[in-house]
């Protein structure tokens, strides 16, 4: 069956960097787009953006453009995805997410990592 | 940007009652339009894609319709373990995604 494992809750200061991983396990983890969505305490959600783990493309919302990378590493079938210059609205639960479709982005959502807290204070 | 605006943005209803929420887009996104249901510390899960496809496994009391821009989901007889916060994403505009502001279920 389909898995990811994310990685556990960071606690980081202002300006500093957090990286967050994404083991994936129960498909051929090449063959299907990782998104990543975040949401806030008490907040909605808000994705992020997505990558292909065959190509290594990405695609980010122009909100993150310049402050988030998504890389994957396809030896261990594990997505990440790394915030910079972090502010403490950037505090929130962070979910990686398999698209549903083969090889082509589909944008939906079908599998769910457990989430990631990331705690952004001085 | 695409924006989604789902309403009510809570809702308090009885067992066995048929709950209707709705989402509409600010521009013509044809049927590409999902939802979830998030239950309270846990991730969201898919339940209808397409705009109207039920997604394998889920109960077939749950349902979606709609395209263009204006969407419903529906639950034809709410059951205790529906409480949970519901929402829609829609898929067409890229490069954003973009989700409704989240329907909170509860019950009466």
């Known amino acids: 069956q389909v898995q990811l494992v994310q990685s556990g809750a960071e606690v980081k200061k202002p300006g500093a960097s957090v990286k967050v991983s994404c083991k994936a396990s129960g498909y051929t983890f090449t063959g299907y787009y990782m998104h990543w969505v975040r949401q806030a305490p008490g907040q909605g959600l808000e994705w992020m953006g997505w990558?292909?783990?065959?190509?290594?493309?990405?695609n980010y919302a122009q909100k993150f453009q310049g402050r988030v990378t998504m890389t994957r590493d396809t030896s261990i079938s594990t997505a990440y995805m790394e915030l910079s210059r972090l502010r403490s609205d950037d505090t929130a639960v962070y979910y990686c997410?398999?698209?549903?479709?083969?090889?082509?982005?589909?944008?939906?959502?079908?599998?769910w990592g457990q989430g990631t807290l990331v705690t952004v204070s001085s | 940007d695409i924006q989604m605006t789902q309403s009510p943005s809570s809702l308090s209803a009885s067992v066995g009652d048929r709950v209707t929420i709705t989402c509409q887009a600010s521009?013509?996104?044809?049927?590409?339009l999902n939802w979830y249901q998030q239950k309270p510390g846990k991730a969201p899960k898919l339940l209808i894609y397409?705009?109207?496809n039920l997604e394998t496994g889920v109960p077939s009391r749950f349902s979606g319709s709609g395209s263009g821009t204006d969407f419903t989901f529906t639950i034809s007889s709410l059951q205790p373990e529906d409480i949970a916060t519901y929402y829609c994403q829609q898929y067409d505009n890229l490069p954003l995604y973009t989700f409704g502001q989240g329907t909170k279920l509860e019950i009466k």
């Open positions: 997410a398999r698209d549903l479709g083969y090889v082509a982005v589909a944008g939906t959502l079908g599998y």
């Open positions: 521009q013509d996104i044809s049927n590409y």
């Open positions: 397409d705009a109207s």
């Open positions: 990558i292909n783990p065959n190509s290594g493309g990405t």
